[in-house]
């Protein structure tokens, strides 16, 4: 990681400065300690910087466990480089731990000899006791493996805030940025985006402003003028693409790209959903931007949000509900309506760890069985799922492209990795963006409620419009008229064309992309949000030598016309999933290939480290055999 | 499919589609749906500005026989699909058309939560006290010891009362009659319809095949006038044949009193279904046969926003003030160039 250790003169003093590729930082304190907002503060710092920058927050389901307690702790774990970043990294270089429960529960993933800096005012005998700790970590020489910072910072925060009018626990809500200006003078990243942000949000309250500021300063500071660190970082700007970015999460992305695609077809956008982690943040983004003619509506369960979502659509709005899993099991019904009535809707499913309420704060990819088969009788949609933060914006572009184009429903997976995520994305021009092409019949068209395009899409002919009244339902239909009919043939003949429907939206999709060889010996091949860890452990192996190459789906109904061909071209085919293996099943049978599945269910995003060693594993194996 | 002209007059045959009609015979569902038909003429309703969103059952049929735009959803959401489709497009007519097991069983919560949020929606409530779609189960207003197919000792499940329900949750409008009462009910759905806000309407309907004649008491010749009670605005509550009995106020407990010796309209209890405060027109719904007469007729009627109105003023103040521009949009928040 370390490209040139030749150390640099600081502009003051002789510190010596250490250049490195790319460093990975965790906060980490009580979910009060606003170890969220440090961790974004630098993340946003980084980006404007020029860094790339790639996160992962990390927060427990309950919004505020006892103070000091191991079930409260709250992280955030940021990467920024001069290289392109595609994972928030496997382990940290440096921890920043505000309690002693903190230290505890994050130690382990810090590197061998890492910084690590204390809020050493918190190891109290109470807050030890909270963290079960029977020793002081700090005094028992279980942390002499790493450079280890103890620094006051309650003390320290309090002394910085003092000419401000804030005291007490006011004035101790500041000790994140405290502890976010010692890492900013560490790692050279500039005050002034934070300074700013500080001013915009505190604006009304003065001394929230000047205090959040001094402390921010007053941990500067201390940096620079105690010389308790033997070196400072430094990471340039990395080589990116001109344009204009900002740093976006998964969810927000989700929300514009919704947005921008009622925008460009010219129609309302109606959001029913009933809030659940980690799925919220969806509705409280486009709650806010109801000048762009978005209507949400927070509904009273989940059944009521995709039921009024299939209402809307039905009426002519470009209509999506967002959930996770447990909403999507309650969805089940109604989506199977929209099914049988042929209606362009969209699903957001932000999955998290299940079954039942599982892990709500934490990602995996366990519902993707759901998506394709969770549903009565022979329920086709289309599946398609994002890779990255930003690539939500794209995909959910894409899935109202789909449901509006063939008249169905699209499930969008995503998870609470890319949700919460977050990383810089070039902004579009709003001029290049896909247009949504929406077709209502118009007067004097031949009219019936099922006939078909050649796409097999039924036309959408809307209430309010004269002579097109007509009826549907959950009940089957007769092809053609639509009226009821329970006829064996027809209802064969329906099933066949809902399903052919939706193999044919292959046709409108790109083809898999192979990054590396066209063929070798082992193609890793994923979904969704393991894509920068894949890439990255791919591109690895690759730089070792290995015939090893890399694909990912964000389609997996219908796939990609060419994932036969692309697999065939391989020896061997691996497949990392965040679930026990449910799109090897389907690959397998689709493709009669033996993939081998590597699996993980944490909660948490696979290391690349564990796919590069599975990949050696592999690729030696197969020399040997 | 048929094209007409939005101006001209219809008549019932044209709200009819083309479908043949698989109620039982003697349901009484085929009254129902002619009294619709007849106050749509009444109302100069247009065909395509008019929706019919059912669940399912047998009522939830209904929209199959309209030959306006409708949706037979699934079992209790007709209210969440008749929501979605009210709120993208406000300027539409939208009917609902239940059941007792559709609405207040499977469907409980989304009729509390559409009427608290007064959209403009008119719920047509068929109650038969029966599942009829199924094979005749008890329902959840079926009375308690009633013997069906699920229940044969009887039933031990205390029912509900949709009107009480209705009024727990606010609704500025709520009102009864019955199938056969054929200008009653089309007084009482022209009313609905004219209502903006959630209109609730809980119909009395025969269950020929699976209930039948469960509300004989308050449709026979020789009984309704002393079973049944009409309510009229700002009128006193007088009921029986010759119009000889009242209900007067003990307290907050209502009695039946006989007029004459002494008591006169004057100490009666007097009907207002503009009061603001819901807490009459719940007390009237709470008087049942045999104790009391069943009122029929609009038990409350107030003016409250409707939800879609309220959203849609926040989308187009939001509009006004703030001028959508997409590019805007997405650099929002701290951006940055990079050459
Ligand atoms: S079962 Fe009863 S409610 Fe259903 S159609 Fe027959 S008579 Fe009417």
């Given at each position: 990681m370390v490209t040139a250790a030749k150390p640099q003169d600081a502009k003051k003093g002789t510190m010596p400065v250490v250049e490195l590729e790319a460093i990975t930082v965790r906060f980490c304190g009580d979910?009060?300690?606003?170890m969220q907002l440090a961790g974004t503060q630098m993340t946003n710092t980084s980006a404007i910087f020029g860094n790339d920058v790639s996160t992962l927050p990390d927060y427990p389901a309950?919004?505020?466990?006892?103070?000091?307690?191991?079930?409260?702790v709250s992280g955030f774990q940021l990467r920024f480089g001069s290289v392109k970043l595609r994972?928030?990294?496997?382990?940290?270089?440096a921890l920043v731990a505000m309690n002693p429960a903190a230290l505890k529960t994050n130690?382990?993933?810090?590197?061998?000899g890492g910084v690590l800096v204390v809020n050493?005012?918190?190891?109290?005998d109470a807050n030890l006791a909270k963290a079960h700790c029977d020793t002081n970590p700090l005094d028992d020489?279980?942390?002499?493996g790493y450079q280890l910072f103890r620094i006051p910072v309650d003390k320290l925060n309090t002394e910085a805030c003092k000419d401000t009018g804030l005291t007490g626990r006011a004035a101790a809500r500041c000790r994140n940025f405290y502890a976010l200006g010692l890492i900013y003078w560490l790692y050279g990243r500039p005050m002034e985006p934070t300074l700013r942000w500080v001013e915009t949000k505190f604006g009304s309250k003065p001394a929230v402003a000047s205090a959040n500021a001094k402390a921010l300063r007053g941990g500067y500071y201390f940096g620079e003028t105690?010389?308790?660190?033997?070196s400072r970082f430094l990471v340039k700007p990395a080589k990116i693409a001109p344009g204009t970015y900002r740093t976006i999460s998964g969810n927000e992305a989700t929300a514009l790209g919704l947005l921008a695609a009622a925008n460009s077809a010219g129609k309302t956008l109606f959001y029913g959903s009933y809030p659940i982690t980690p799925a919220s943040d969806i509705l409280h983004e486009l709650a806010k931007?109801?000048?762009?003619s978005v209507c949400t509506f927070q509904a009273e369960d989940e059944i009521a949000a995709v039921t009024s979502v299939v209402g809307a659509a039905f009426a002519g709005a470009l209509a999506v509900t967002g959930t996770s899993g447990p909403g999507v099991a309650l969805k089940a019904e109604a989506i199977g309506l929209a099914v049988m009535t042929e209606l362009p809707i969209v699903i957001v499913n932000v999955q998290r760890g299940g079954?039942?309420?599982?892990?709500?704060t934490k990602t995996e990819q366990a519902d993707l069985n759901q998506a394709l088969y969770?549903?009565?009788?022979e329920s086709p949609v289309c599946v398609i799922s994002a890779s990255t933060p930003a690539d939500c914006f794209d995909m959910a572009i894409e899935a109202f492209r789909i449901a509006c184009e063939f008249m169905t429903p699209v499930i969008l997976l995503t998870d609470g990795y890319l949700a919460n995520g977050a990383e810089p994305w070039r902004i579009?021009?709003?001029?290049?963006l896909p247009q949504i092409k929406i077709r209502h019949p118009k007067p004097g068209d031949s009219y019936q409620p099922y006939q078909r395009d050649d796409k097999l899409a039924r036309p959408w002919a809307i209430p309010?419009?004269?002579?097109f009244e007509h009826r549907i339902g959950g009940l089957e239909k007769s092809d053609g008229?639509?009226?009821?009919c329970y006829d064996p043939d027809n209802h064969d003949n329906m099933v066949r064309t809902r399903r052919a429907k939706i193999d044919g939206i292959a046709s409108t999709i790109p083809d898999l992309q192979v990054?590396?060889?066209?063929?070798?010996?082992?193609l890793v091949l994923g979904w969704g949000s393991t894509y920068g860890m894949i890439a990255t452990a791919v591109e690895a192996c690759q730089a070792k030598g290995m015939k090893v190459s890399s694909a990912h789906l964000k389609?997996?109904?219908?796939?990609?016309?060419n994932t036969g061909d692309v697999l065939k071209r391989f020896d061997r085919v691996l497949m990392p999933e965040m679930n026990l293996g449910q799109l090897v099943v389907l690959i397998r049978a689709r493709f009669l290939i033996d993939v081998v599945s590597l699996t993980k269910m944490q909660g948490k995003p696979f290391m690349v480290c564990e796919i590069e060693s599975k990949i050696e594993e592999l690729i030696s194996n197969g020399k040997t055999s | 499919m048929s094209g007409d002209s939005a101006t001209v007059q219809l008549t019932?045959?044209?709200?009819?589609?083309?479908q043949e009609i698989r109620w039982c015979?003697?349901?009484g569902d085929y009254a129902i749906l002619a009294q619709v038909k007849k106050a749509l003429v009444g109302l100069g309703a247009e065909r395509h500005n008019t929706v019919f969103v059912s669940g399912i059952g047998?009522?939830?049929?209904?929209?199959?026989?309209?030959?306006t735009y409708g949706f037979h959803s699934i079992h209790g959401r007709a209210l969440g699909v008749a929501t979605g489709v009210k709120i993208a497009n406000p300027d539409l007519h939208v009917w609902v058309v239940t059941g007792d097991g559709d609405a207040l069983s499977i469907g409980g919560n989304h009729l509390l939560h559409t009427i608290r949020r007064n959209v403009d929606i008119t719920v047509l409530l068929f109650n038969?006290?029966?599942?009829?779609?199924?094979?005749?189960q008890y329902s959840p207003t079926s009375p308690l010891g009633k013997k069906t197919k699920s229940t044969?000792?009887?039933?031990v499940d205390f029912p509900l009362h949709p009107l009480s329900v209705a009024i727990g949750a606010e609704a500025t409008f709520v009102a009864r009659t019955i199938d056969v009462n054929v200008k009653h009910l089309e007084y009482v759905l022209e009313r609905a319809a004219a209502h903006r806000g959630t209109s609730f309407v809980e119909i009395y309907q025969?269950?020929?095949?699976?209930?039948?004649?469960?509300?004989e008491y308050a449709t026979s010749k020789d009984q309704k006038h002393d079973t049944t009670l009409q309510l009229e605005h700002n009128r006193p509550l007088v009921f029986g044949k010759d119009r000889d009995k009242g209900i007067r106020l003990n307290g907050m407990t209502p009695e039946v009193v006989a007029l004459g010796d002494g008591i006169t309209e004057d100490d009666l209890l007097f009907h207002d279904e503009?009061?603001?405060?819901p807490s009459l027109a719940y007390l009237l719904s709470r008087m049942h046969h045999p104790d009391f007469p069943e009122p029929i007729g609009v038990f409350r009627c107030v003016e409250r926003s409707s939800y879609e109105n309220l959203l849609w003023d926040q989308v187009k103040t939001a509009a006004s003030t703030d001028a959508p521009d997409l590019g805007t949009l997405l650099q929002k928040g701290d951006s940055w160039v990079v050459d």
């Open positions: 979910s009060g300690d606003g309950e919004i505020r466990a006892p103070a000091g307690s191991l079930a409260g994972t928030p990294g496997d382990q940290v270089d130690i382990a993933d810090l590197v061998p050493e005012d918190a190891f109290s020489g279980s942390l002499d105690t010389e308790m660190f033997p931007h109801k000048n762009f079954p039942s309420t599982g892990l709500p969770g549903r009565n009788g579009p021009n709003p001029a290049s309010g419009t004269p002579g008229s639509g009226d009821v990054r590396g060889d066209k063929s070798g010996e082992l389609y997996i109904d219908p796939l990609p016309k | 019932a045959k044209d709200y009819a589609s083309d015979p003697g349901c047998c009522s939830s049929r209904f929209p199959y026989y309209m030959n038969n006290r029966i599942y009829g779609l199924t094979k005749g044969p000792q009887g039933s025969n269950c020929n095949i699976f209930n039948d004649r469960a509300f503009r009061s603001a405060e």
